[in-house]
């Protein structure tokens, strides 16, 4: 595979280098895998379980050369060539034969140098700005399984709505997108929906909407632009020993028939969204740990993150096919860290790297994963909350509760008004 996007992007060397093209895109590889190392290091491990060999160590100053030379093409193209939705076997992912997607975006640092500044800019926190350029990536992903269907990424001074857009061209028909607020543009459903996929969308509540018909379940369908939806309203209340919460949900859905697509199961459906919250958890604080992107400069931001959403990619289709060969098992149990870390190990022993001839599905990262395979999901509380503060001196303002509780959901239909 790599061979061939090396060959389809033009990237093969004209010559025998120290560092040949294949190699430069598997220390990027590596490099995801090792965020906190830097580039010599990270390809000292590549090479740990080849000492017998006596490989040459290249300078730091090769090994920026060769990734200059590689450019982000090859990485963009190793992309495409492994995502889409993993396979997989489990009702995960599925709700009554459409398959569940969610789309959102979210910011990355980049170092603070005068090239990334020409493209990347802080962002404004409260009376001052981030300490460091942020690039904005909005992902489509596959609920169930985490997998990435499709992503883009820039300059967060484009917002999210503007690279929703762009992930329009990875919509099918037989899709169910899910979307927060902020995506419930009216020119954007118009344009998702015109894909064939269909839509649940959460709006503001007090947002108005004129409505065309109700519906037996209460219901009502209205107009948003050339698309009609079903806005659908539930109160949602949370139970726990500490005490009670009620939020008001207002959805927006192309599933207009409410028959075929109960209101309550739409209701308990979008709780699915979370799922690429957590697969950004996955990016941004497991495999990257919280560390700002390495490149500095914007080719190298762009080289860089096609790696970094690559492995995430590999790792999850492994973890897919294990929990697939375990009938009945759900893909949630899988264990992003084990998997993560079971890669690094067979990475440092050079473990696997001449093919054999016989396809082992789930290999040695799966078989730890279905070794330690998480517990059931338990019922979200609250939204993240750090466990550990930033600073050593306690935070001004309230106490905040960092109690897990047991909780139960109830969901009430609210009727719409007439």
């Not at 993993?86 to 997607?101: D, N, S």
Request: contains cysteine; proline residues 5%; positive net charge.
């Amino acid at each position: 595979m790599v061979d061939e996007v090396l060959a389809e992007t033009r990237a093969l060397e004209r010559r025998i280098r120290l560092v040949p093209a294949r190699v430069t895109v598997y220390l990027l590889l590596a490099g995801a895998l090792f965020t906190g190392l830097g580039y010599r290091q990270v390809f000292d491990r590549l090479c740990a379980g080849l000492a017998h060999l006596a490989p040459v160590r290249p300078s730091g100053s090769a090994l920026r050369q060769a990734r200059q030379r590689l450019g982000p093409a090859p990485m963009k193209a190793l992309f495409d060539l492994v995502s889409g939705p993993a396979v997989t076997t489990a009702a995960a992912g599925w709700w009554r034969g459409l398959r569940v997607v969610a789309v959102d975006g979210t910011l990355l640092p980049v170092p603070d140098c005068p090239a990334n500044l020409a493209v990347f800019t802080r962002q404004r926190l409260g009376n001052g700005t981030s300490g460091y350029p942020q690039l904005r990536l909005a992902a489509l992903v596959a609920c169930g399984t985490r997998s990435m269907i499709g992503a883009v990424f820039g300059p967060a001074t484009i917002g999210e709505l503007d690279y929703a857009r762009r992930l329009a061209a990875q919509l099918r028909a037989g899709m169910l997108l899910l979307g927060d607020r902020n995506f419930a543009a009216t020119d954007l459903l118009n344009r998702l929906a015109a894909t064939g996929a269909d839509l649940l969308v959460r709006c503001k509540s007090g947002r108005t909407l004129p409505a065309v018909a109700r519906c037996r379940d209460g219901s009502v369908l209205a107009r948003l632009g050339a698309l009609t939806v079903r806005v659908i309203d539930a109160e949602i209340t949370i139970r726990t020993a500490a005490g009670t919460r009620t939020g008001h949900y207002r959805l927006l859905t192309t599933l207009t028939d409410p028959a075929r697509h109960p209101a309550a199961d739409l209701i308990r459906l979008y709780h699915e969204r979370w799922e690429i919250e957590t697969a950004y958890a996955e990016l941004k604080s497991t495999i990257l740990s919280g560390h700002v992107l390495r490149a500095r400069t914007p080719d190298g931001i762009e080289q860089e993150v096609w790696a970094l959403l690559t492995a995430y990619q590999v790792l999850r289709t492994a973890m897919t096919d294990a929990t697939d060969s375990v009938p009945g098992t759900d893909p949630d149990r899988a264990g992003f860290t084990i998997a993560l870390s079971a890669a690094r190990d067979q990475l440092i022993l050079a473990a696997g790297v001449i093919t054999g001839t016989d396809i082992d599905l789930i290999g040695t990262i799966g078989r730890h994963v279905l070794t330690q395979l998480l517990p059931a999901r338990r019922v979200r509380t609250k939204d993240r909350i750090v466990k550990r503060a930033i600073s050593k001196y306690n935070a001004r303002g309230p106490a905040i509760d960092r109690t897990t509780y047991k909780a139960t959901i109830s969901i009430n239909m609210l009727p719409a008004s007439p």
